[in-house]
């Protein structure tokens, strides 16, 4: 055998013994959400599907579906389970009883600060999402800055409520405000300052900073200047489109599907919320109303039975309330987070 001949020879049998992995196909990806560009989850997403795209090498492209353009913001579960979008944004809280553990993270009062809320409630979510969003491939959770009252009616304590025509972010202060003798108005948060002019509601749960970003400061002249609520968001991945993916891109996105991923995630929203705070303070013809400890205790007492319906639906699905509330309050103090 010549030396030309042996080295093919050795060739030939480096290629046999050490085969040359192939390269993954490309994949693009559809990601749908409801609120506007406009909003910072754009600049959010845009930020976590670049970290994705340079994870996989560049394999996992995602275009980005904001303002419902692919569905409607009550939909986007079933979206994602049917393929209508490879990812989405989901509210649990727009159908209610369909995700009740979940609606653990809508009640008032949880919450000091959004960033530190959302390690938090993401770490406790993430035992109960396989089962009860088992249609999808979950990936992450977190929350707003927490939300304050805005109306066109001065309103200090929950007596204030009764007779008021309220749109709610989701089941959990939809009953809120039916318990105090108000109206809910079902609607996303963008559409609150048209329902409000048009007097279909008097008023809207809802960030300092967004109030300003969708003009309902303009059309609601007092808010409470207290953390309140926080809507709580999921992002879930198609199950078969999840599936069908590589090895090395499961992993790209299972690193952007972290609890540290849902911290970077929620955090430009949860900075422009807190920003807008000292925007309407200082804003002319807004009425900021502090409350006393007194004020905000009345509040707490009159969210309560709104725990006690929660423990009830999660009861009937098989899962421990108090088991499961305990561990919410364990990961708030953990990550010093707890209202």
């Not at 205790?297 to 929660?310: D, M």
């Given at each position: 055998m010549n030396a030309r001949h042996f080295a093919a020879a050795a060739l030939l049998a480096l290629s046999v013994s050490s085969p040359v992995a192939a390269a993954d196909s490309s994949v693009t990806l559809r990601l749908s959400y409801f609120l506007p560009p406009s909003h910072p989850l754009q600049r959010s997403f845009q930020e976590w599907v670049a970290g994705i795209e340079?994870?996989?090498d560049g394999t996992l492209k995602t275009t980005v579906f904001p303002a419902e353009q692919l569905g409607k913001a009550f939909d986007h579960y079933d979206m994602a389970r049917d393929g209508i979008a490879d990812i989405a944004l989901v509210g649990p809280g727009y159908q209610p009883g369909r995700f009740p553990v979940a609606g653990a993270a809508d009640l008032p009062f949880l919450y000091n600060d959004g960033k530190k809320g959302t390690a938090a409630v993401d770490a406790w979510y993430r035992k109960y999402a396989p089962a009860e969003m088992k249609d999808v491939h979950f990936c992450l959770g977190f929350i707003q800055e927490p939300a304050t009252f805005f109306s066109r009616k001065k309103t200090v304590l929950p007596d204030d409520i009764k007779g008021q025509k309220v749109r709610s972010p989701g089941a959990v202060m939809a009953n809120l405000v039916t318990d105090l003798g108000g109206t809910n108005v079902s609607a996303p948060p963008q559409q609150s300052r048209e329902l409000i002019e048009r007097g279909v509601a008097d008023g809207t749960f809802v960030p300092q900073g967004s109030a300003v970003l969708f003009g309902i400061d303009k059309v609601a002249k007092y808010h409470i200047d207290a953390k309140m609520n926080a809507w709580f968001g999921t992002v879930v991945i198609n199950a078969s489109k999840y599936a069908a993916l590589s090895p090395s891109q499961k992993k790209a996105l299972d690193e952007n599907c972290s609890a540290e991923a849902a911290v970077r995630?929620?955090?430009?929203?949860?900075?422009?919320?807190?920003a807008g705070r000292e925007k309407l303070i200082k804003q002319p013809g807004q009425e900021t109303i502090a409350l006393t400890?007194?004020?905000?205790?009345?509040?707490?007492?009159?969210?309560?039975?709104?725990?006690?319906?929660?423990?009830a639906t999660v009861r009937k699905v098989g899962v421990d309330p108090d088991k499961a509330m305990q561990?919410?309050?364990d990961s708030l103090k953990s990550y010093e987070a707890a209202y």
């Open positions: 340079k994870a996989s995630l929620a955090t430009p929203w949860a900075d422009f919320e807190v400890q007194a004020q905000i205790e009345a509040w707490r007492k009159a969210a309560l039975p709104l725990v006690a319906a929660w423990s561990e919410l309050k």
